[in-house]
C-alpha cells in the first residue's frame, strides 16, 4: 500500500519564520505535488515535481518555494511566512503510468499550518 | 472560470435516499476523470474512476458525457458512513490534477 508521509500533522509558527514541510513517499513515485486547501476554495496546486531536482510551479507558488534532492522526498519552504499562509497543506505522490483504475494521486495526511 | 465546477451543497438526504452530484469541466482536452471522497478533516481517498462508457461500483455510479464536459456521481441507498466531501477530478495532459471545490453530503438517520 502505498504511503505518504508528512512530518507534521498539526503546525504552530510565528510571522516571518522560515517554515519547512516535509513529505516522503516509499512508492518510489516520479510526481509528487504540494497543495493547500481552505475552506470554500478548495484545493490548490502550488507546486509540483516530476523528477529528482525538477519543480513546476502551480496555481499559486507566490510565497513559496520547494526542493527535491530525493526521489522520495518533497520540501514545502515558506520563506517568510505570513497569517494568510494559514491553511491545510496537503502532499501527493503518483507515477507516470496511470493504469486504468488505479488512483492518480496518493495523499498524505496533511499538515495544519497556522501563522500567528 | 475555474476549470471544475461542482455545486457545493450541502446535501442533506435522509438514510436509504438516492443522491446524484453534478460537475462540469472546461478544458475539453481533458483526458482523466475522477471522484474523491474527503472526510472531515482528512486526506482525500479516490473514490472511483469515471470511464467514458459509465461505470458502476456497489451502490455508487459514475457517468461521463464529454460532448456536454460534465460528470455525474449517484448514490444509491445512503448510508450513514457516505457522509463527506465528494471531490470531482479531472486530469488533462499532464500530471496535474484539477479539483472541484467539492460537494457536502451529510445522510441524516
Known amino acids: 500500500d502505498v504511503k505518504v508521509t508528512q512530518s507534521s500533522r498539526y503546525l504552530v509558527k510565528r510571522t516571518g519564520e522560515k517554515v519547512f514541510l516535509e513529505c516522503v513517499q516509499d512508492m518510489d513515485h516520479e510526481n509528487m505535488f504540494w497543495y493547500r486547501q481552505d475552506p470554500g476554495l478548495g484545493l490548490r496546486l502550488i507546486y509540483f515535481s516530476y523528477d529528482v531536482k525538477m519543480k513546476e510551479k502551480g496555481d499559486i507558488p507566490e510565497g513559496y518555494s520547494v526542493s527535491r534532492e530525493k526521489k522520495e522526498r518533497f520540501s514545502l519552504i515558506l520563506e517568510s511566512a505570513s497569517t494568510n499562509q494559514t491553511s491545510m497543506y496537503l502532499c501527493?505522490?503518483?507515477?507516470?503510468?496511470?493504469?486504468?483504475?488505479?488512483?492518480?494521486?496518493?495523499f498524505g495526511d496533511g499538515t495544519r499550518l497556522s501563522i500567528l | 472560470r475555474k476549470e471544475v465546477e461542482q455545486d457545493p451543497g450541502p446535501f442533506n438526504v435522509p438514510e436509504g435516499a438516492t443522491v446524484a452530484f453534478n460537475c462540469t469541466y472546461s478544458?475539453?482536452?481533458?483526458?482523466?476523470f475522477f471522484w474523491y471522497r474527503q472526510d472531515c478533516r482528512k486526506e482525500p481517498k479516490l473514490l472511483m474512476s469515471v470511464y467514458s462508457s459509465g461505470n458502476e461500483d456497489g451502490r455508487f455510479t459514475a457517468q461521463l458525457n464529454r460532448a456536454s464536459q460534465y460528470i455525474s456521481l449517484l448514490i444509491r441507498d445512503s448510508k450513514l458512513s457516505d457522509s463527506a466531501t465528494y471531490l470531482c477530478?479531472?486530469?488533462?495532459?499532464?500530471?496535474?490534477?484539477?479539483f472541484g471545490k467539492g460537494t457536502s453530503l451529510l445522510v441524516t438517520p
Open positions: 477530478v479531472v486530469r488533462g495532459s499532464g500530471y496535474a490534477l484539477n
Open positions: 501527493a505522490s503518483s507515477s507516470p503510468l496511470l493504469n486504468p483504475g488505479s488512483q492518480p494521486q496518493h
Open positions: 478544458n475539453s482536452a481533458s483526458q482523466s
